[in-house]
């Protein structure tokens, strides 16, 4: 039992209690995943089957992991553990079952994108003013209403929602949602919150089911268990109630995902609905330095709501958390970029091990153009997924129909691209004639002749062949044969082979990596079924980060503070902690939400192992205006003893404000990598004088306090608190949103609005 010897005294215990209630509630680093994974490796050596075992976690990519680690110790039969995250796995097992739902077990599942799109779709046919009911908006209150397990029915009957929603101007909320609901039915479609929502009724509905499955389950397990919402909750709870054999980790001081509806009562519920639970506690944190544990400790004692739990650590000190001032956004990404660029150098480490971790993806624009400038190479987690590319949703979209020719947001998508003479108009008389029969749109194009007038009705019939064709092809042929005639007969790959811009090239190029992903899978020996419904199955709850061909390859991690959780990096920056950004300005309202960003904090701060820095911008441009941004508050509740206040990040300079030619070289050089694992290079081009990169602080003149700049003009000198002397090179707007445009001696221009400014005209 070498793997024991890996765990300390707490975590074997949990690892070796494999029957009954078991809840690890431990501090970020403490080994919970670790605990999980070792369970698995132990269950099994121990005899346990391994398809019996199901394990739930945040990410494919953790599943992934864990089973690699749990190989490494059991061998083969961690194939068939059942392991992944709430949707990919129930969305498997909706497939087996699909029936009993009265759906097909081909059902399509509608992404993001297609729910909104549907949604928007019924908005216009109620003729509902899509500001109020945004579909965003709608579409949120919609997977709120799923994830509480409440369906349309129950929406439209519940008192206190249809106040709140009347209170608001909505009370067409209900029916949007109960349309919704039929519409996805009729399409053969579940969306992402309905996975859930349909395993609940499907375990509620129908006992011998609920039964078959807790019979095969009789280990379970779950990570990041303070995450978890009523939905995924009520499963879990369900399929563990004949063995009771269920483990759950998880952090209280780590939910950060409330907004969706995870619920931490989940954790503090644990022991009453197992009263003889056994709950260990691990307090030692192996991943980070003492400073970086205490000061995660500092910044999460501020919250009120939490369980006490004291976390150390024994590794060693390590270095104070550097804190790094920027004037602008674009400043703080050229000090990130240029310090990884120096520590990496002086430390030897590689890229891989830098991690840049923001609040709102918008935020790595500026990092991107930054580390591209330097030649860094890097990856964006959680960006938009290959799978959401145009062009890839528009093959798909025929993949899609091919299965289930209900689909109607795939129908919708390809019925006119590549061009086939089926405008706008056609396909509103489709959906007219639709709606007033009572039929799918697929029905009225299928029995076009009956539904449709003579033009319409021969314009739809060559496109009604074409995807009964594809049926015929997909149902004796494997999935690549498959996917490649309908690539080429449905005119997408000549559509785009005859686009010869560069944007076309490279979609044309993504179309054949999914086709070579496709034939990798009809090459497999490892499954039998090889068509390509079975391709697609989950190909909807994939993300980026699946489809990464070399996850070793060495780049720098970009990825919202969000998509950490559970992650670890010898070296992490901080950024954008500013008010109104981190904490975000909708969180300053209640206590509730300020905490949650709290916590969002401390799971950034943690996944750090050796150095955190922490940077703000004094001014930024968000929504495209140029803000003055104050320091986010978190920083002040930083307890200073274990900061690094005057860290001035210093580097080797790259000489002047690099060139294009150096842009140009960096990009000919991303173009002619083919294999990916260094997308941009680092240019040796590093001079030997050492400068500050940080500008001069400006020291006000002794008389300096803040003009009225209502009277701003063009021509005027002024002084700035900060940036020092300057010239109004333009003003524009009306207050209080006035801007001027400054020529400041030490800085160039920068835009300013003015009600921030601190300006004094000279
Ligand atoms: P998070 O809360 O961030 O999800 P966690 O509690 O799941 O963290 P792990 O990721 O399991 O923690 O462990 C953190 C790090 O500490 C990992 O690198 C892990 O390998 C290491 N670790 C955990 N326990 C031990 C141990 N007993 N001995 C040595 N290393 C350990
Ligand atoms: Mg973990």
């Not at 068939?80 to 995250?85: A, R």
């Not at 609901?181 to 859930?196: E, P, Y």
């Amino acid at each position: 039992m070498d793997y024991l010897e890996g765990l300390n005294p707490s975590q074997r215990a949990a690892v070796e209690q494999l029957k009954g209630p078991v809840m690890i509630v431990a501090g970020a680093g403490s080994g919970k995943t670790r605990v999980i994974t070792y369970r698995v490796a132990h269950l099994i050596r121990n005899g346990v089957d391994p398809f019996s075992i199901l394990v739930l976690t945040f990410t494919n990519k953790a599943a992934k992991e864990m089973r690699e680690r749990i190989t490494s110790v059991v061998g083969d039969a961690a194939r068939n553990i059942w392991m992944g995250t709430f949707h990919s796995v129930f969305a498997r097992i909706l497939r087996v079952e699909a029936q009993h739902l009265g759906y097909p077990s081909n059902f399509t599942i509608y992404d993001t994108d297609d729910s909104k799109s549907l949604i928007r779709t019924i908005l216009k046919e109620m003729q509902l003013d899509d500001k109020l009911y945004n579909a965003n908006f709608v579409y949120n209150r919609i997977s709120s209403a799923k994830n509480n397990l409440i369906s349309a029915a129950e929406y439209q009957k519940n008192e206190q929602i249809q106040a709140e929603d009347n209170s608001t101007g909505r009370s067409f909320l209900g029916q949007i949602y109960q349309t919704y609901t039929q519409r996805c039915f009729k399409a053969g479609a579940m969306d992402f919150d309905d996975l859930l929502f349909k395993t609940n009724v499907l375990l509620k509905n129908h006992p011998e089911i609920l039964y078959k499955y807790q019979n095969k389950f009789k280990y379970l397990m779950l990570d990041e268990y303070q995450d978890t919402n009523f939905s995924q909750y009520l499963i879990v709870k369900k399929l563990a109630a004949i063995h009771e054999n269920l483990c759950v980790v998880g952090d209280d001081a780590q939910s950060i995902y409330a907004f969706r509806g995870a619920n931490i009562q989940n954790i503090l519920n644990f022991e009453k609905d197992y009263p003889d639970v056994k709950v260990y506690k691990l307090e030692q944190n192996y991943r980070s330095t003492k400073n970086i544990v205490n000061i995660a400790n500092s910044i999460i004692a501020k919250n009120k709501n939490q369980l006490k739990k004291d976390v150390f650590s024994n590794n060693e000190t390590g270095d104070k958390i550097k804190i790094i001032r920027a004037f602008s956004d674009n400043e703080e990404g050229k000090i990130v970029a240029e310090n990884i660029v120096q520590k990496r150098s002086i430390s030897g480490s590689k890229y891989k091990e830098f991690a840049i971790l923001y609040r709102t993806n918008a935020q790595s624009r500026a990092m991107e153009e930054a580390l591209r400038k330097l030649g860094v190479p890097y990856k964006i987690y959680g960006g938009t997924s290959f799978y959401q590319r145009k062009e890839i949703k528009d093959l798909i979209a025929y993949f899609r129909l091919t299965f289930n020719p209900n689909d109607e947001e795939a129908l919708k998508r390809v019925i006119n691209y590549p061009r086939r003479g089926i405008g706008n108009t056609s396909v509103e008389r489709i959906m007219i004639a639709a709606n007033q029969q009572n039929i799918g749109l697929w029905d009225v194009i299928k029995e076009a002749p009956t539904y449709l007038d003579n033009r319409t009705a021969s314009a739809v019939a060559p496109f009604s062949t074409l995807i009964q064709s594809f049926q015929a092809i997909a149902s004796d042929h494997n999935a690549f044969d498959t996917a490649m005639h309908i690539a080429q007969h449905s005119g997408l790959l000549r559509d785009l082979y005859e686009d010869k811009s560069v944007e076309g090239l490279s979609r044309y190029e993504n179309i054949q990596e999914l086709l070579n992903g496709i034939k990798e899978f009809s090459e497999r020996e490892d499954i039998e079924e090889k068509g390509l419904d079975v391709f697609m199955q989950d190909i909807a709850l994939l993300t980026n980060e699946d489809n990464d061909k070399d996850p070793n390859a060495d780049t720098v991690s970009l990825m919202t503070i969000h998509s950490s959780k559970g992650l670890e990096f010898p070296y992490v920056h901080i950024v954008g902690l500013e008010e109104n950004l981190f904490p975000s300005q909708r969180s300053l309202n209640s206590r509730s939400d300020l905490e949650e960003e709290r916590r969002l904090f401390y799971v950034a701060l943690t996944r750090a192992e050796k150095n955190v820095y922490i940077s703000y911008a004094t001014s930024r441009y968000q929504w495209g205006t140029l803000n003055n941004c104050e320091p986010s508050r978190f920083i002040d509740e930083l307890d200073p003893q274990y900061l690094d206040l005057d860290f001035k990040p210093r580097m080797e300079s790259s000489g002047p404000a690099s060139s294009f030619a150096n842009e140009r070289a960096g990009w000919q050089q991303n173009q002619s990598d083919q294999h990916g694992d260094t997308y941009f290079k680092p240019k040796p081009k590093i001079k030997q004088k050492t400068t500050s990169i940080l500008p001069k602080a400006h020291v006000p003149s002794e008389n300096f306090s803040p003009s009225d700049t209502s009277k701003l003009q063009v021509g005027m000198e002024v002084e700035h608190e900060r940036f020092g002397f300057g010239k109004v090179v333009n003003v524009e707007g009306k207050a209080p949103d006035m801007k001027a445009t400054i020529f400041f001696k030490e800085l160039g221009q920068k835009q300013l609005l003015l009600k921030f400014a601190k300006l004094r005209i000279i």
